[in-house]
């Protein structure tokens, strides 16, 4: 598995070398078909009917990528275009962005509220703050549980549910796989992942 970070120039690099290094015959994105066609065609998308929750996580992305020079999803096209370069099959196991948003659009209020709130402070705190951005995915486990102590709702929508939804198409590639290695690109990091997926990644027969 290839751990990244959205707007981590190094990431889209490793992603990319990892890729032509092992020629996988499967490249399996934390990603759906909707979300790689928005970042082919970002100019296409509105963003009408997003939801509050949806387009601030959004903006926040955005504004993070413009501070690090690595545009939202850049990893993601990065892999695509090493996948196609070596012939690997591009495989999206990620939910499709359409229930994440419908989910989104029904989050408590208090949580939307706070959410608005974080973003604020986000965009004021971040030109400022020293982030060593390859390094974000370091210590997840604390990360993650404060998040879901601050979010208990929305972490279930964005961790829990897509968590399980991958599992399930990851097996499915699994099954339909022969080749010796399979590449998967993005962070997929929780205890249902650890668990329903334990039996990781085959790099060799």
Not at 18 to 24: E, F, N, R, S, Y
Not at 159 to 171: A, F, H, N, P, S
């Amino acid at each position: 598995m290839i751990g990244t970070v959205h707007v981590d120039p190094a990431s889209a690099a490793a992603v990319r070398d990892t890729i032509v290094a092992l020629k996988p015959e499967v490249v399996a994105l934390e990603l759906d078909e909707g979300r790689m066609m928005a970042l082919e065609n970002p100019k296409a998308q509105s963003g009408r009917g997003a939801g509050v929750s949806f387009l601030t996580m959004a903006l926040l992305e955005k504004f993070a990528g413009q501070l690090t020079g690595s545009a939202p999803g850049t990893e993601m096209l990065e892999a695509a275009k090493a996948a196609r370069l070596v012939g690997s099959r591009v495989e999206f196991i990620d939910l499709p962005i359409t229930s994440t948003g419908a989910a989104l659009r029904k989050l408590p209020r208090k949580e939307k509220a706070r959410l608005v709130v974080d973003g604020l402070a986000s965009l004021v705190v971040l030109p400022f703050s020293r982030i060593n951005w390859s390094k974000v995915t370091e210590d997840m486990d604390s990360q993650i549980g404060a998040f879901r102590k601050r979010y208990p709702v929305l972490s279930r929508i964005l961790i829990d549910t897509r968590e399980e939804y991958m599992i399930g198409r990851l097996k499915h590639v699994m099954d339909s796989t022969t080749g010796l290695a399979r590449a998967l690109a993005g962070y997929m990091e929780g205890p249902g992942f650890a668990t329903g997926f334990s039996w990781q990644v085959s790099t060799g027969s």
